[in-house]
C-alpha cells in the first residue's frame, strides 16, 4: 500500500532553514507527481509545492516562491523541500502528497516551528 513518511521539521528562528524529507513507498515513485502542503492551527490545508515526473518540472505557491525549493531522488523514492528564510508564518505541520488512481494518500505530517 501506498506510504508517505515525512521528516526534518523541528524547531528553528526566524530566518533559518529546514530540510524536509518524505520518503515513499507502495507505489511507483519515478512516475508520480509529489507534492508539499501545510496547515497552520486554525487554517486550511495550503499547497506549497509540487514536482513532476522526467523532467522534474516544479510549482510553487507564491507565499514560498524564491524561499523554498522541492527536489526528489528517485533512486531513493524521495521527495525534499529545502525550506530558507523561515518566518513565523511558516510554522505548521508539513505533509507530502501524491494521488493515485484519483485518491490523494497522505503522510502523518512533520512539524515545522518558527520561532525565536
Known amino acids: 500500500q501506498v506510504q508517505l513518511v515525512e521528516s526534518g521539521g523541528g524547531l528553528v528562528q526566524p530566518g533559518g532553514s529546514l530540510r524536509l524529507s518524505c520518503a515513499a513507498s507502495g507505489f511507483t515513485f519515478s512516475s508520480s507527481v509529489m507534492s508539499w502542503y501545510r496547515q497552520a492551527p486554525g487554517q486550511e490545508r495550503e499547497l506549497l509545492s509540487y514536482i513532476v515526473t522526467t523532467y522534474g518540472s516544479t510549482y510553487y505557491a507564491d507565499s514560498v516562491k524564491g524561499r523554498f525549493t522541492i527536489s526528489r531522488d528517485n533512486a531513493k523514492n524521495t521527495v525534499y523541500l529545502k525550506m530558507n528564510s523561515l518566518k513565523p508564518e511558516d510554522t505548521a505541520v508539513y505533509y507530502c502528497?501524491?494521488?493515485?488512481?484519483?485518491?490523494?494518500?497522505w503522510g502523518k505530517g512533520t512539524l515545522v516551528t518558527v520561532s525565536s
Open positions: 502528497n501524491t494521488s493515485r488512481g484519483g485518491m490523494d494518500f
